[in-house]
């Protein structure tokens, strides 16, 4: 659990990197082709990440019978969706 709020944190911290990059990248000498190789390598790296994910778990989603991580929450008139 602790493990996945860290994971989370740093993906959250490092989410404006990229576009900070791209933002310099771009008024520099010969910018526009230097920014279409960026958003290019992001668009490869993002295929690969999708690739490992994809043979890691064998293409195969959680099944619909597993019950969710989290504990239900009722309180009042706002329940949480039956995972039965």
């Known amino acids: 659990m ?5 994971l989370i944190g740093l993906a ?3 989410d404006p990197l990229p576009l900070t990059a791209f933002m310099i ?3 520099s000498k010969r910018g526009v082709r230097k920014g279409a190789a960026f ?3 992001w668009l ?3 295929a690969i990440v999708v690739t490992v994910t994809v043979l890691a778990t064998g293409n195969n989603p959680p099944s619909r019978t597993r019950r969710p991580p989290w504990p239900r929450w009722r309180s009042g ?3 949480a969706p039956s995972w039965s």
């Open 2 to 6: 602790v493990l996945n709020l860290v």
């Open 12 to 14: 959250v911290a490092l």
């Open 25 to 27: 990248v771009l008024p």
């Open 39 to 41: 958003v290019f390598g």
């Open 44 to 46: 490869v790296s993002l």
């Open 77 to 79: 008139s706002c329940s």
